[in-house]
């Protein structure tokens, strides 16, 4: 758990504080700009804040240049696609040509003076396997044209991807900026930069060989057990009631700390509350503290599913930025699949409140989408 680390984090976090609080030297002392504790963790936050979202643009710059690439890829594919197109059209048109222009009649003609029946079965066929053949390059034609419209609907969408990504990462790239001038200019007018500077040092490597990891440790462990979570519910007839076609799961917050629990040990010093639609948890292990909340919503795209949204991650009492809580969504799905435990079911509410989480299914019934006629 790298506790020298900690502790060599703690002491210095000790040794800032008692230097801004108690003033030893009169520098320091007729200084007004001596710092608070406050004033150290909200520049510790903020700190933490611009590595991450350094870290986003990074991540979103080789997003971006994988997409370009496809981009690429696939207008290589189109040129070439519409090479083989330009084949097959001449190819139709030699075929339509051959009807319009007369040159079938011969074996129209050579049908009807066939001497024999063998020889008008042979001719047939032989007039039969040339029609499979036209109506082959035709069917061919069709599918290859198809084909080349969905590649190009391919693209297009990967141009409108492509063209978010690129404001997001001028956003984040002023975002970072601003805080960047915030950051330097407290520690530049905070009499004591050297030793500041240390102490943000400290904390971020601290943040990335711990507490990311510890904070990617529970929404694993939370996401592997969600996973598990309709398995288990289906076993528990007196948390789902059935009245009709529609059911009810009322999953109170003990028993789902205790699902938990039974899922992983990690869960022994941690606890889920349903409280006025909010879903938060706390843990604490050691010197480590995670708290983290949200909310939960329904979703039907791209598959049915009742979402969690996290909308606030504190981990030892520092605030984590969004797109840190992104980035755990999207890699960490925490989310409540209800055909899982009930097929053919869709969820019409989900509610968090009274230390309960209840959740309304119905067979067979879509939930009507926003512009939908009444």
């Given at each position: 758990m790298h506790r020298p680390r900690r502790?060599?984090?703690?002491?210095?976090?000790?040794?800032?504080?008692i230097i801004w609080a108690a003033a030893p030297g009169p520098a320091l002392a007729e200084d007004e700009s001596a710092m608070s504790d406050e004033e150290v963790r909200e520049l510790l936050e903020k700190s933490l804040n611009i590595a991450e979202l350094d870290k986003e643009i990074e991540r979103i710059a080789g997003q971006r240049k994988e997409t370009a690439g496809k981009?690429?890829?696939?207008?290589?594919?189109?040129?070439?696609?519409e090479a083989e197109l330009d084949l097959r059209r001449e190819r139709v048109g030699d075929v339509l040509r051959s009807w319009y222009m007369g040159e079938r009649d011969v074996l129209i003609q050579a049908i009807f003076s066939s001497d024999s029946l063998s020889d008008l079965l042979a001719m047939l066929d032989y007039l039969d396997e040339m029609l499979s053949h036209d109506k082959f390059t035709l069917e061919t034609y069709r599918k290859q044209r198809e084909d080349w419209l969905d590649e190009r609907e391919r693209l297009i969408a990967e141009e409108k991807r492509l063209e978010e990504i690129e404001r997001d990462l001028r956003l984040q790239r002023e975002r970072v900026i601003r805080l960047r001038a915030e950051v330097d200019g407290i520690i530049n007018s905070s009499g004591d930069s050297e030793r500041l500077r240390l102490l943000i040092a400290e904390w971020l490597a601290y943040w990335e060989n711990t507490g990311l990891p510890e904070v990617e440790r529970h929404f694993r462990a939370l996401a592997d057990a969600m996973e598990s979570l309709p398995g288990w519910l289906a076993e528990r007839k007196d948390l789902v009631k059935q009245s009709g076609f529609t059911y009810t799961v009322r999953l109170p917050e003990d028993d789902l700390n205790a699902f938990l629990r039974e899922q992983n040990p990690l869960f022994e010093s941690f606890a889920f509350r349903f409280e006025d639609g909010v879903v938060s948890a706390y843990g604490r292990r050691e010197d480590l503290e995670v708290e983290i909340a949200g909310s939960y919503t329904i979703e039907d795209e791209p598959e049915h599913v009742v979402r969690f949204h996290t909308e606030k991650i504190v981990f030892n009492g520092f605030t984590l930025p969004d797109t840190t809580i992104r980035e755990l969504e999207r890699r960490f799905d925490l989310g409540f699949y209800p055909q899982l435990l009930v097929p053919l079911v869709r969820a019409t509410a989900v509610d968090a409140d009274d230390g309960v989480l209840t959740v309304e299914l119905r067979i067979g019934l879509r939930r009507r989408q926003s512009g939908d006629a009444e």
């Open positions: 502790n060599r984090l703690a002491a210095l976090l000790a040794a800032v504080m981009i690429q890829a696939l207008n290589d594919s189109i040129a070439g696609l």
